[in-house]
């Protein structure tokens, strides 16, 4: 009878192995949740993958009806989630026992205080390399439009500085983004420039070209935050040098995997620029960049 209850005993612990080793063979180091195709994330994840090799699943959110990321990360077990982009970082507001690493989105720091378990990397270059390249255009006033829910942080830090510049950061608070049209013209005969933030309520698709068509009637220059600005009539932009930010994110997971908790890490800015500039609106307006900053120079944090 000890014999039958030893080998039954046995046999038990094996079907338990049996069922166990499958489970362990799903275990990662990196669940990679994306908000959609696109070719910036490529860009970050060809970075995120150059330094260290982790092992990952990808998700792309657009390729689903309804992707259940919570599932996932209770059945699959990654060590730690990377989301790209403001949907992926949404579709992670339910996990709470495995760190987040965010990249690409613009409401990372909006959800820190909701979700202890995140950290990342925001969407900011550092307000001293606008203030050297307005200092640099020869404009004293600049015009910031901004939602202090969304921006005020960053805005504040650039007060900070401004005066060392000899820039006057003449400002507009907009909390919702039917006002910026209103906050736009206010600034009429006000200002030399615009500085466009990377902030969702006073920038959106229906009020960009805004920005635009008033550095057109005002002759002053805007300096965004993203290429793609440039085709629309910025006269600048500081870009964030996406391979160099998914390097910056894989050395941020690599201590998160290594122990590291999330609540040590601080939301970073980007390590690495580019300031692009549009040869045919310098030329418009009549300026032209002298001394280190010319087109497609990149700047470095590090």
Request: glycine share 4%; aromatic share 6%; proline share 4%.
């Amino acid at each position: 009878m000890a014999r039958l209850t030893h080998r039954h005993s046995l046999t038990t612990l094996i079907a338990f192995l049996v069922l166990l080793i499958p489970c362990l063979a799903q275990a990662y180091d990196v669940l990679v949740i994306v908000s959609r195709r696109d070719q910036a994330y490529d860009e970050v994840l060809r970075g995120f993958r150059t330094p260290r090799q982790f092992t990952e699943r990808v998700v792309i959110l657009t390729d689903y009806a309804e992707a259940d990321i919570m599932r996932i990360v209770r059945e699959d077990r990654p060590g730690m989630v990377l989301a790209l982009g403001d949907s992926a970082l949404a579709a992670t507001r339910k996990i709470r026992q495995v760190p987040i690493i965010a990249v690409m989105s613009l409401g990372i720091r909006d959800r820190r205080n909701a979700l202890p378990n995140l950290a990342g990397i925001d969407m900011f270059a550092s307000p001293e390399h606008y203030l050297e390249l307005f200092q640099e255009l020869k404009k004293r006033r600049v015009g910031v439009i901004h939602d202090p829910a969304k921006s005020g942080w960053y805005l504040r830090r650039a007060q900070q500085m401004a005066h060392r510049y000899g820039i006057r950061l003449v400002v507009r608070e907009t909390p919702n983004p039917r006002d910026t049209l209103d906050r736009l013209a206010s600034l009429k005969g006000e200002v030399d420039a615009l500085w466009m933030l990377p902030d969702t309520t006073a920038v959106t698709r229906e009020t960009a070209e805004a920005y635009f068509v008033f550095s057109q009637e005002q002759q002053v220059p805007v300096v965004a935050f993203a290429g793609a600005y440039l085709t629309l009539g910025a006269a600048a932009v500081m870009e964030i040098d996406r391979t160099e930010l998914g390097k910056q994110a894989a050395e941020m997971s690599a201590k998160v995997l290594h122990g590291t908790d999330t609540a040590e890490l601080a939301i970073a800015s980007p390590n690495k620029i580019t300031l692009k500039t549009n040869p045919s609106v310098l030329k418009r307006l009549g300026i032209v960049l002298l001394g280190l900053l010319d087109t497609n120079l990149r700047i470095s944090m590090e």
